[in-house]
């Protein structure tokens, strides 16, 4: 999962990639964020969308990302 990279790549918003984090979580799906996206949108203390800028133009270094955010996990083969 992550969001768009590129000229014109719609706002990602990361409140709605932290639910599906949720989502997957409470399944028992392996969840894999890939990147945040070149237009990345978090809520700040007061609950507004605010623009976070990141280095990485595509949004895929981990390092930038909140800490919750830097999930990657891969699903387990199981034996038939």
Known sequence: MGNE???RCRPG???AIRNLLRQHQEQGVPPFVKQLGGN???TDLTGELVRIRL???KGADLS???EDLRVQEWPVAVAA
């Open 5 to 7: 990279s590129g000229p």
């Open 13 to 15: 918003i990361v409140p």
């Open 55 to 57: 280095k990485n133009r």
């Open 40 to 42: 990345v949108n978090d």
């Open 64 to 66: 930038e990302w909140p």
